[in-house]
């Protein structure tokens, strides 16, 4: 198997720590990787560069076509830019998939059967930072919504859930209130949709959707929806499943793909060897597969569940956290 | 005691069963209620009108100043506003009042333990209705966000917490990526919450916040937020102590205050006497309360706990359902 070139960044507060986990594990796993790692985050912030990533960085990215991040620290005011965003749009990430999936019993949750993928437009929204004061007493931020963004996004969700063997994509807008800009994203999703037979459709107002997702999660499979609800449901999601400290993410563009964990750099817990590298670890598991390494990410999805249920935990699961992440580390490798 | 004019509309769908079942409970625990009834929703729809309320009836409600209201339908298409929507906007309702609490053992909930009280901010953010078509390919929305705004609803807010004897208010926005307009939500919670030193205060980005609201409400007291968020988690709290079913809010303007459940008109059940007059019903308790009828709210609201601590449900609450609303609106007006 040829080595796959791939980009590291180790990220602020935690990230190190599990970044150096989930590459200890994926390695010992298997994987193939020729790794080009760089810098990003709050020591290239503070040198004062407000996107917190070098212009040499770019060059890297767009070599390898490959991203693995850990979580960052963004420095509070001062007009710094959320890397997260600036790193979806030059690159183009226009898709971010977040499995929201429970394991009880391993997992404490009072939802045990739940098994959703969120798949939530990343480029456009109120995320494209628009804003700006209009007078001294009212500001506004613009909510843009394109049709080829639409397009892009919906097809990306039926052909995963064609890929994937799953049996029905759900839409969440609030074109009852919003009818030209989530209206567009619905009527695409329904244009679109007409294509893929096989397949349940539905559609749910975001707000009763969300009431539904948090209270019966197992009635949903593949929700796919415009950036702002899927980067709030998301994160209800992956909680209410266990924790969003267990959920890892891709995020897809036509060339590159970046993967992380859903959760932030938690600086106060960094060094202390309490960080949970679950969630950075199943974004590994998720670029293992879309680099063509599935039997690596299979393996190491294994025994990570294997960890699970031989209830060695992180302090965030169970609060009486019998182990720490090195010793599912050493357990990992073991596999 | 002198009887309080009020406007009371019965809707659609749900709407008039729901209504009757309202009215007689409340005026058998001895509600003084000079009722003056209007028309909205499908009907007025229909004639052409596509505000859904013709213009007689406001020069009722500018009367009263009191309105309570049945769930409507909206027809589909065709350029209809929200009724919801415009009568927020024409009375200056600003706040909107949403209790989630639960009921439990009485109510089946994954909650037992929540007493969540969300403060919406009703007029403002994209909820402004400024959207248009850009580009043949392009919509936006605009997201509108003004500092009189934000100081009359989180004013509301802890003028709310301090007059309910309640611990601590949390506000919700999402000023990491929206610094300009949730920003200024967000700053004018500080300012105005140093003046009330008593009161816990708390920020939670709406992701995070949202997570943990769906997964440990217990952990919150009165929540305040923007508009969007609110209708959003509004309904996943109401949903998650129970059921939306069971939810009335309270639309307070300077002026007028309205009164509602916040659950729709459901077409499909109407005229079957399948339908929980709850979330109505406690509406109309917050109505009484606000018309200095508290003695009778009181009345009306232990009746209610009491039926549902005797095991009387509509199908909504127990699929199994022993009872509907014919039965709890006597068993209501003998308490
Ligand atoms: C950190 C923040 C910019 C980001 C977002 O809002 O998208 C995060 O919440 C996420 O969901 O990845
Ligand atoms: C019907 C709709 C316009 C309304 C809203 O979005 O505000 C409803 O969802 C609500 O929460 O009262």
Partial sequence: ??????????????????????????LAAGAQLDIDTIEIGEAVYLRGNTAGID??????????????????????????????????????LYANIRPCVSYSPYVHTKHPVMDVVI??????????????????????????????????????????????????????TKDNIMKQTDGLFHR???EVG?????????????DIGAAKLADTPEIFDVIVMPNLYGDILSDVAAQIAGSVGLAGSANIGEEVAMFEAIHGSAPRRAGQNLANP???????????????QGDVAEKVHNAWLKTLEDGV????IFEAGVSTEKAGTREFAQA
Wanted: charged content about 25%; some cysteine; aromatic content about 10%.
């Fill in 119 to 172: 798949i939530r437009e990343n480029e456009e929204d109120l995320y494209a930072g628009i804003e700006h004061q209009q007078t001294p007493e009212v500001v506004q931020c613009l909510k843009l919504i394109s049709r080829p963004g639409c397009e892009k996004i919906v097809r990306y969700a039926f052909e995963y859930a064609r890929q994937y063997g799953r049996k029905k994509v759900t839409c969440f």
């Fill in 313 to 316: 935990h992180t302090y965030d």
């Fill in 278 to 292: 679950s969630g950075l670890l199943l974004g590994a598991v998720m670029m293992l597969v879309h680099i063509g």
């Fill in 55 to 92: 212009p040499s960085a770019w060059d890297s990215l767009r070599r390898t076509k490959v991203f693995l991040k850990a979580p960052i620290t963004t420095p509070q005011g001062g007009g710094f830019k959320s890397l997260n965003v600036t790193t979806r749009k030059m690159l183009g």
């Fill in 194 to 206: 007409a294509e893929y037979p096989e397949l349940e459709k539905e559609h749910w107002i975001v």
């Fill in 1 to 26: 198997m040829q080595a796959q070139p791939i980009t590291v960044a180790y990220g602020d507060g935690i990230g190190p720590e599990i970044m150096q986990a989930t590459l200890d594990i994926i």
């Fill in 188 to 190: 695409v999703f329904d």
